[in-house]
């Protein structure tokens, strides 16, 4: 069984490297819902990858994102680019419907063969875009993109987690509505490599730029070749300033090459993936004991005082590394 369906994956992993965009929802689905070919599809991929730029864009609901994505990615196709967006809903379980209007807004690019998006659900059961996120980037990335766009709405530990993700982290803002105390309280100011204020047609954009400008000079002391944030502002609506965008994650790549920088953010990305399998692995077999015998036994010999909890966990763990 296991060589033909080798084949079968062998046989996606080719078609999407072609830019069969078939094959490449295909993958995504298999690593989206945890299929039992999820390995054979990562250990598949895993000599295609490394070559795309990935970008995450983050900011409050309603901000813009799905806006400057999708002018983003005319602006990037435009320069010829080959590109790939997953929108990540982190409140829904369902990839389905839930994104509807980034669809919608999407279309511009639907006809595109050299444009792959697609909508994800965060919460798979092993919880968090930690887990299937980092294996759609895999595949976008195997199939040839040379930016992966992730929009993610930030909602609490959402974008701290795309700023984990991503080689650069977009923040987009928009004027009033005490946007600069919103940013400060939720954190963004440490993980935005670029910040937009969007909706520039609107009242207030300079107050906004110049607040956040203040708010990242306020921030932590930089060293000397340090990346300082830059602030644009843009109507995404119109396509105005996104070349400006485009222009700054570019510098920011740059800066990422040429300080060494990229290879330790990706590095301690592949280090927190590792660790997320393992210890999802780990609490998949924990769960798949206390179906089974060894914890219930364990838990009557400590109740009959016959051993002590941490020796009967140092049981549990044997039993759990090596069953
Ligand atoms: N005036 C103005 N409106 C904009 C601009 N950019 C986006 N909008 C509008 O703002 C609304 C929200 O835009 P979206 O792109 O859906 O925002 P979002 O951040 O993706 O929203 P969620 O995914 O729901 O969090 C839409 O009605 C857009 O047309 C802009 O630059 N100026
Ligand atoms: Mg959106």
């Given at each position: 069984?296991?060589?033909?369906?080798?084949?079968?994956?062998?046989?996606?992993?080719?078609?999407?490297?072609?830019?069969?965009?078939?094959?490449?929802?295909?993958?995504?689905?298999?690593?989206?819902?945890?299929?039992?070919?999820?390995?054979?599809?990562?250990?598949?991929?895993?000599?295609?990858?490394?070559?795309a730029r990935v970008v995450?864009?983050?900011?409050?609901?309603?901000?813009?994102?799905?806006?400057?994505?999708?002018?983003l990615v005319?602006?990037l196709?435009?320069?010829?680019r080959r590109v790939g967006v997953?929108?990540?809903?982190?409140?829904?379980?369902?990839?389905?419907?839930?994104?509807?209007?980034?669809?919608?807004?999407?279309?511009?690019?639907?006809?595109?063969?050299?444009?792959?998006?697609?909508?994800?659900?965060?919460?798979?059961?092993?919880?968090?875009?930690?887990?299937?996120?980092?294996?759609?980037?895999?595949?976008?990335?195997?199939?040839?993109c040379d930016v992966v766009l992730?929009?993610?709405?930030?909602?609490?530990?959402?974008?701290?987690?795309?700023?984990?993700?991503?080689?650069?982290?977009?923040?987009?803002?928009?004027?009033?509505?005490?946007?600069?105390?919103?940013?400060?309280?939720?954190?963004?100011?440490?993980?935005?490599?670029?910040?937009?204020?969007?909706?520039?047609?609107?009242?207030?954009?300079?107050?906004?730029?110049?607040?956040?400008?203040?708010?990242?000079?306020?921030?932590?002391?930089?060293?000397?070749?340090?990346?300082?944030?830059?602030?644009?502002?843009?109507?995404?609506?119109?396509?105005?300033?996104?070349?400006?965008?485009?222009?700054?994650i570019?510098?920011?790549?740059?800066?990422?090459?040429?300080?060494?920088?990229?290879?330790?953010?990706?590095?301690?990305?592949?280090?927190?993936?590792?660790?997320?399998?393992?210890?999802?692995?780990?609490?998949?077999?924990?769960?798949?004991?206390?179906?089974?015998?060894?914890?219930?036994?364990?838990?009557?010999?400590?109740?009959?005082?016959?051993?002590?909890?941490?020796?009967?966990?140092?049981?549990?763990?044997?039993?759990?590394?090596?069953?």
């Amino acid at each position: 069984m296991s060589r033909r369906t080798t084949g079968d994956v062998d046989d996606l992993v080719g078609r999407a490297r072609e830019g069969d965009p078939r094959a490449v929802a295909r993958l995504i689905s298999l690593v989206e819902d945890e299929s039992p070919l999820l390995r054979e599809v990562t250990a598949a991929l895993a000599p295609h990858v490394g070559q795309a730029r990935v970008v995450g864009i983050t900011g409050a609901p309603g901000v813009g994102k799905s806006t400057s994505t999708s002018a983003l990615v005319g602006e990037l196709r435009n320069a010829g680019r080959r590109v790939g967006v997953l929108a990540v809903d982190p409140s829904s379980p369902f990839s389905g419907g839930a994104l509807l209007g980034d669809r919608v807004r999407m279309q511009d690019h639907a006809l595109d063969p050299e444009v792959y998006i697609r909508s994800m659900a965060s919460r798979g059961h092993l919880g968090g875009l930690a887990w299937s996120t980092p294996q759609a980037i895999r595949v976008l990335d195997a199939a040839g993109c040379d930016v992966v766009l992730i929009e993610t709405v930030g909602v609490g530990q959402s974008e701290v987690e795309i700023a984990g993700l991503a080689d650069t982290t977009l923040v987009l803002l928009a004027p009033g509505m005490g946007d600069g105390i919103q940013a400060a309280k939720a954190g963004i100011l440490e993980i935005g490599d670029v910040y937009v204020v969007n909706k520039a047609d609107r009242d207030g954009a300079d107050a906004t730029a110049r607040d956040l400008r203040h708010m990242l000079s306020l921030g932590e002391r930089r060293q000397p070749g340090d990346w300082q944030p830059p602030v644009v502002k843009t109507v995404a609506s119109r396509g105005e300033g996104i070349d400006d965008v485009v222009a700054a994650i570019d510098k920011h790549r740059q800066w990422l090459e040429e300080s060494g920088r990229l290879d330790a953010r990706r590095r301690a990305r592949a280090a927190d993936e590792i660790e997320s399998i393992a210890l999802a692995t780990l609490r998949q077999r924990i769960g798949d004991l206390r179906e089974g015998s060894l914890l219930d036994e364990l838990a009557g010999r400590v109740v009959a005082g016959e051993t002590d909890p941490y020796a009967a966990a140092a049981a549990l763990v044997a039993g759990v590394t090596t069953g």
